[in-house]
């Protein structure tokens, strides 16, 4: 007994996407039935769409006004400033301030943006952290011996000729905990 197959259906023709003419595909929207190739598809509970379908648009979480980029910088600063000063007082404790500063700093940023992150209020607090470090640089060279602690305010040197002819006083350590600190505010605001 032979069987023979009913199924009638033509192989499928390649169809080509509007946004991207040279991309092949055999894809449709499911809402408006226009090619999408990979690129522009977005998938969705009940298949893929087009952009326009799919309506997509961005996270609240990261959507922000400059008014709240101001906010977020000014609160920043605030703290960003005064961690700094703390810094170039105490240059013995300077870790402890970087650290201070990398967790200090980014809450502050947040706490102005009302809680919302994303990649410019990274920069922001990036830029602050730099701004408070420059603030430590500053305090230490104006303001050597101010408070005598038995040494423990006084910078100490290394032994790194590029770092000692440097107008400012920075050590390697310096370098590393500024790392420390703006990778902080880094993953924070994420």
């Known amino acids: 007994m032979t069987s023979y197959s009913t199924d009638t259906t033509e192989p499928e023709v390649p169809m080509y996407c ?4 040279n991309e092949e595909t055999y894809l449709r929207c499911a809402r408006c039935d226009t090619p999408i190739c990979a690129k522009c598809r977005v998938s969705t509970p009940v298949g893929f769409r087009c952009y326009d379908c799919a309506n997509v648009q961005s996270v609240p979480t990261y959507a922000l006004d400059t ?3 101001v906010r977020a910088a000014a609160f920043g600063l605030v703290v960003g400033g005064a961690a700094g000063v703390l ?3 105490f240059p013995g404790f300077e870790f402890w301030t970087a650290l201070l500063m990398g967790i200090a700093v980014p809450e502050a ?3 102005g943006a009302n809680q919302k992150r994303g990649p410019g209020l990274q920069m922001v607090a990036i830029g602050v952290v730099l701004f408070g470090f420059i603030v430590s640089r500053f305090v230490l060279n104006q303001l050597p011996d101010l408070i005598p602690l038995s040494g423990i305010n006084q910078m100490s040197f290394t ?4 770092l000692s002819r440097l107008p400012f006083q920075i050590t ?19």
């Open 87 to 89: 810094m170039g007082l």
């Open 67 to 69: 008014s709240v980029y």
């Open 159 to 162: 032994g790194i000729a590029l």
């Open 18 to 21: 509007p946004k991207h003419p």
């Open 109 to 111: 940023v947040a706490a």
């Open 172 to 190: 390697q350590y310096s370098i590393l905990w500024l790392a420390l600190a703006l990778f902080f505010s880094y993953k924070r605001l994420q």
